[in-house]
C-alpha cells in the first residue's frame, strides 16, 4: 500500500518570505510519480507542480520548487516569494506506475501568508 | 485551458435516496476518476475508469457507488441509497494519458445527505 504523509497541519509565514512544506511517501513501485495540489477555499484542486521519480532533476514552476529526495522518500515545496493567493491547503500526491491509478493524498498543510 | 465540468455544484438529499453526480471531463481524455473529500479530511480515491469500464476502485467505492459514461461526453457517478456519511465534497477528474499524466480536476460537488 502507498502511503503520503505530511507531518506540518498548518503554517503560516509573511508574505515575500519563502516557505517549505514537507511531504514524504512510501511505495514499493519504481516507477512512480510525485504532485502537489493547492486547494484555496473554493476547494478547487489545482497542480502546482510534478515530478517523475525516475528523473533526479528536481521540478521548478515559477516560484514553486521541489526537492525530491529519492532514496530518503522525500518530496518538499519550496515556495519563493510567497504572495497573499498562495494562502491554500497545498496537498501532496503519489501515483503509482499503472495508468488507471489513483493518487494518494496527504492530509494536506494548511498555508497562510500573513500581509 | 480546457476544464473538467462538474454539475450541480451542491446537492441536498434525505438519506436513503439515490444521487448521480454528473461531470464532462475535457473532450481528449481518455482516464476519468471520482474523488471525495469530506470537510476538513484528505482527498480520497475513489474509482477509476478506462476504455468503458472500471480500471481501479478503493474500499470505499463499495456496492452502493456505480459509475457510468452513458455517451461520449458524460460521466457519472451514482450513490444508490445515500448515508449521512457520504456527505462529502466528490471530485471527478480526468487525464489525456494515465501514467504520470496531470489529473485535470473539477470544481467538485458538495453532497450533504440529512
Known amino acids: 500500500a502507498q502511503t503520503v504523509t505530511q507531518s506540518q497541519p498548518e503554517m503560516s509565514v509573511q508574505e515575500a518570505e519563502t516557505v517549505t512544506l514537507s511531504c514524504t511517501y512510501d511505495t514499493s513501485e519504481n516507477n512512480y510519480y510525485l504532485f502537489w495540489y493547492k486547494q484555496p477555499p473554493s476547494r478547487q484542486m489545482i497542480l502546482v507542480i510534478r515530478?517523475?521519480?525516475?528523473?533526479?532533476q528536481n521540478a521548478t514552476e515559477n516560484r514553486f520548487s521541489v526537492n525530491f529526495q529519492k532514496a530518503a522518500k522525500s518530496f518538499s515545496l519550496k515556495i519563493s516569494d510567497s504572495q497573499l493567493g498562495d494562502t491554500a491547503m497545498y496537498f501532496c500526491?503519489?501515483?503509482?506506475?499503472?495508468?488507471?491509478?489513483?493518487?494518494?493524498f496527504g492530509k494536506g498543510t494548511h498555508l497562510i501568508i500573513q500581509p | 485551458e480546457p476544464e473538467v465540468t462538474q454539475t450541480p455544484s451542491h446537492q441536498v438529499t434525505q438519506m436513503g435516496q439515490e444521487v448521480i453526480l454528473r461531470c464532462v471531463p475535457i473532450?481528449?481524455?481518455?482516464?476519468f476518476y471520482w474523488y471525495r473529500q469530506i470537510l476538513g479530511q484528505k482527498v480520497e480515491f475513489l474509482v477509476s475508469?478506462?476504455?468503458?469500464?472500471?480500471?481501479?476502485k478503493s474500499e470505499i467505492f463499495d456496492d452502493q457507488f456505480s459509475v457510468e459514461r452513458p455517451d461520449g461526453s458524460n460521466f457519472t457517478l451514482k450513490i444508490r441509497s445515500t448515508k449521512l456519511e457520504d456527505s462529502a465534497m466528490y471530485f471527478c477528474a480526468s487525464s489525456e494519458l494515465g501514467i504520470g499524466e496531470k489529473l485535470f480536476f473539477g470544481s467538485g460537488t458538495q453532497l450533504s445527505v440529512l
Open positions: 473532450s481528449n481524455h481518455l482516464y
Open positions: 500526491a503519489l501515483k503509482g506506475g499503472g495508468g488507471a491509478d489513483g493518487l494518494t
Open positions: 515530478q517523475e521519480a525516475y528523473k533526479q
Open positions: 475508469f478506462y476504455n468503458n469500464e472500471i480500471s481501479e
